[in-house]
């Protein structure tokens, strides 16, 4: 049995229309659960179902055995950072991590040695007497961090919490989120829309379109083989096929893919071969820094290649492609 439960979820603004319907979500005890997809999937409604901030129309609810589908916000205890950090500007970074244990009427000598604790694990010592305004970014982002953590909620909720930093902390403050995590061995749900952000620290991942779970699974499986043409084109694949091209890419098809729709493949799997099974005419080449990408005009259609062979094609060169098997994907939906 999962730690957590979504089941058979509904939700809608207008009694009308469902912005979830029949969502079904597994939430693992200790793990970093992240919920990624376009603009209005759905991923921070269902974020906001789990933190009590919207009311269901149907459906439960389940953590760690409870039924918290009718929960107040204020009695679940869970720890949550959103997107403007939501700091009291008026207090200190002491006082701002200390607020929850104050409500929860824990003794003084408590709040000092819990603040002081979460003040180390999050890399914020020193600036206990600082107010908000006198932080940096990255710094008020590990103090709304520390103030969800500092109660020991039995569940961590991130809306979006790094996407009002620039690109260099991104990457700093997503490490430290994981390292975190995994120290306290906190169940947490993440919402982002960053693909790589998402990735690179989740245990697995939810991908959401209009409403519904298309696929949720380990990030290494969902890269190498997404669900649906959907969620391959979110992780990277720009390159589809009918079934009635394959010979053009020089495919044989095994008995267990003939009900497959369409194959697809990623720009850095193709590659220039004097004996590709498909010619085509470059269009437009881009530097990408330590790889040029191409648009190549097929048979088969526009085709874009990514490689780091120098030196580099020009346009208007004649080009021959390879599609390895093993870089192959086929989806059947």
Excluded: W
Aim: proline fraction near 5%; charged fraction near 25%; hydrophobic fraction near 40%.
């Amino acid at each position: 049995m999962s730690f957590g439960e979504l089941r058979d979820i509904g939700v809608s603004y207008d009694k009308k229309n469902l912005i979830l319907e029949d969502l079904n979500l597994d939430i693992h005890k200790g793990e970093l659960l992240s919920l990624l997809g376009p603009s209005g999937c759905g991923k921070t409604t269902t974020l906001r179902v789990l933190a009590g901030l919207i009311e269901t129309v149907k459906g439960t609810f389940t953590l760690d055995g409870q039924d918290m589908t009718h929960v107040p916000v204020h009695k679940r205890d869970f720890g949550m950072v959103f997107q403007s950090y939501a700091l009291f500007p008026h207090l200190s970074v002491f006082e701002n991590i200390a607020f929850g244990l104050k409500l929860r009427k824990v003794e003084v000598p408590s709040v000092t040695k819990q603040v002081q604790k979460i003040v180390d694990i999050c890399g914020i010592k020193g600036l206990e007497k600082r107010f908000p305004k006198q932080l940096s970014g990255g710094q008020r982002q590990r103090v709304a961090l520390a103030r969800a953590l500092v109660i020991e909620p039995k569940l961590l909720l991130l809306d979006e919490p790094l996407s009002n930093l620039d690109a260099q902390l991104r990457v700093q403050m997503r490490t430290s989120i994981k390292r975190i995590q995994q120290e306290l061995g906190i169940s947490t749900v993440f919402v982002t829309h960053d693909q790589e952000e998402c990735f690179s620290i989740s245990d697995r991942v939810a991908i959401m379109q209009k409403g519904k779970i298309e696929q949720c699974d380990n990030p290494e499986t969902i890269y190498s083989n997404p669900a649906c043409e959907m969620i391959a084109r979110f992780v990277g694949f720009k390159n589809f096929f009918s079934l009635d091209q394959k010979d053009l890419l020089g495919i044989t098809l095994p008995a267990k893919i003939q009900q497959a729709k369409l194959v697809c493949i990623r720009p850095e799997d193709i590659g220039f071969s004097p004996s590709g099974t498909l010619r085509g005419t470059i269009e437009v080449r881009t530097y990408l820094g330590n790889s040029y990408q191409y648009e190549v005009n097929t048979p088969a259609g526009m085709l874009t290649v990514s490689s780091n062979k120098t030196p580099a094609c020009e346009v208007g060169e004649s080009v021959s492609m390879a599609f390895p098997a093993d870089a192959l994907v086929f989806l059947e939906r």
